[in-house]
């Protein structure tokens, strides 16, 4: 039974956050009421010598997630990209987290390349690094292939680090459900499916294969993005727990320092950013779903790199237009549209009053317009949104988790390179460019075009079909007078011959 170690290891995340000086680092940044503050101090103090020590040299935050583990980890770096929810001087320390951690010693990433790739490095890589740099679940070097010179990042996974996150996984299953058992309210957002969400992920960062994969298909997209590359990935030095990429020159998004003495402008960067992330989300319905600025260069040509592909976002085409119909009416401002898409959508039940609910939405999103460039916040957008749904009865949509966070981490990096950019104003050209493409008669055509080919290719098979849907009707009813058994056998047989007529239409024209 792991229901004790749980509750062990989430009172030690209250115990090392007290222990390290970070709970009342982040309750002020976090602007915590004194009440919840108090009692948050007062549970955690008499257990402080079951929390994490942490090491000393680090600052609070920062000590406290790194002792705490992987998955505290990337809870930091999301909060590392928000200035404007933690401030300043937490966020730039949190920043640590992305791609500065203490890393495994050079000689444990050799023996796992080895073993993974079935050769000593020295048969593969010239000089070999020291880590350049060590995250939450791998850390990277870099080397040179020694057959053809090239220049390359070699990433290994860290030892143990499955064990690692199957424990906070563990304790993180076992939080949910105590949240949904405690708060009735709690139950919509749906705690337990929001970790099974977030295990999905980890488990696929943790195969080196899969990211792999994923950056092939993400280059593949993305081939003809204006501004915009990848490294190329190298198949044959790749394994479960080793990838090797080429090498990305450049400089780091999150350094605004060195973006200034290179020349760039980085107004244009954090907009390209912006619509970069928007493009892939609603265009491909495949993005990069860790965009931090530990995961973003700048090359010299003004190009922005993205690297690290192990957490992708996959939403599927209607949810796609649904999302733009919605982020697109919020713009026009038309709140009743916005309204009737989530009625069309199921998102809200169909007995609410949709006059009601638009005049929700209104107030969501016209305080909005009314404000400062710099004080426009998707992330306090979304929590407001998710306050009026709630009271409408919307559940959580687990499978839009990843496109919510990853918004609010892309949003995170455009401010961080200009505080004054409009989040509106540089949405507004994509989503209407997918909406012209996505919503209309040409889209209706070609909608129409896919559903024709899937007729053609059950059309040999279509008089089973219907052959077999009146056997299961007739055992599932119970018996009918003759007269209406035959006039269903009429409409059967009508409706096989009209997609039959469709089909052959199409091998016509094909043909």
């Not at 018996?479 to 409409?491: I, N, S, T, W």
Request: proline share 6%; aromatic share 8%; net charge neutral.
């Amino acid at each position: 039974m792991r229901g004790p170690h749980n509750i062990l290891r989430l009172i030690r995340t209250g115990a090392t956050l007290e222990r390290t000086g970070a709970m009342a680092l982040i309750m002020d940044a976090m602007e915590t009421p004194p009440l919840v503050r108090a009692t948050m101090r007062f549970i955690a103090w008499p257990f402080q010598w079951l929390g994490y020590k942490g090491d000393p040299t680090q600052p609070p935050a920062v000590r406290a997630l790194t002792a705490l583990g992987p998955a505290y980890i990337k809870f930091g770096q999301i909060l590392s990209t928000r200035p404007d929810l933690v401030g300043d001087d937490l966020a730039t320390e949190l920043r640590v987290l992305q791609d500065k951690l203490p890393p495994f010693d050079i000689d444990t990433a050799k023996e796992s390349i080895a073993h993974e790739l079935g050769a000593p490095v020295d048969t593969m890589f010239d000089d070999f690094s020291p880590p350049v740099a060590a995250a939450s679940i791998a850390q990277v070097h870099k080397a040179r292939l020694r057959d053809t010179g090239e220049a390359v990042a070699v990433k290994v996974l860290r030892p143990g680090i499955e064990r690692a996150f199957r424990k906070d996984i563990d304790a993180f299953y076992f939080a949910a459900r105590m949240i949904e058992f405690l708060s009735a309210a709690s139950r919509r957002l749906r705690p337990t499916d929001v970790i099974a969400h977030f295990e999905g992920v980890v488990m696929g960062e943790l195969d080196l294969r899969l990211e792999a994969a994923s950056a092939s298909e993400f280059a593949a997209n993305t081939k003809d993005d204006a501004g915009f590359e990848l490294p190329e990935i190298k198949w044959e030095f790749c394994g479960r727990r080793v990838m090797t990429m080429g090498w990305a020159d450049g400089t780091a998004l999150g350094d605004n320092a060195a973006l200034d003495a290179a020349g760039h402008d980085r107004a244009a960067l954090g907009e390209r950013v912006l619509q970069l992330f928007l493009s892939h989300a609603l265009r491909d319905g495949y993005f990069h779903a860790d965009m931090h600025q530990g995961n973003l260069k700048v090359a010299p040509n003004g190009n922005i790199i993205a690297y690290d592909f192990g957490i992708m976002g996959h939403i599927d085409e209607y949810t796609r237009q649904v999302y733009a119909e919605i982020l697109y009416g919020f713009i026009k401002r038309d709140y009743r549209r916005v309204a009737e898409v989530h009625f069309e959508a199921g998102y809200v039940p169909r007995d609410r009053d949709v006059d009601e609910f638009a005049r929700a939405l209104r107030a969501v999103g016209e305080p909005i317009f009314g404000m400062d460039a710099s004080r426009i916040s998707m992330g306090s957008l979304l929590s407001y949104l998710f306050e009026v749904t709630e009271r409408f009865g919307m559940e959580t949509r687990t499978e839009l988790i990843l496109l919510q966070r990853t918004m609010v981490v892309v949003e995170g990096v455009a401010r961080s390179l200009n505080p004054q950019i409009n989040i509106w104003q540089v949405a507004k050209p994509v989503v209407e460019d997918y909406i012209r493409a996505s919503i209309g008669p040409r889209a209706a055509a070609k909608h129409l075009g896919r559903t024709l080919q899937v007729l053609a290719r059950f059309g040999p098979r279509l008089p089973q079909i219907v052959e077999a849907a009146l056997v299961r009707q007739s055992a599932e009813q119970p018996p009918e007078p003759p007269r209406r058994r035959r006039r269903d056998l009429v409409l059967a047989a009508a409706s096989g011959a009209g997609a039959a007529a469709i089909v052959a239409g199409v091998i016509w024209s094909v043909g």
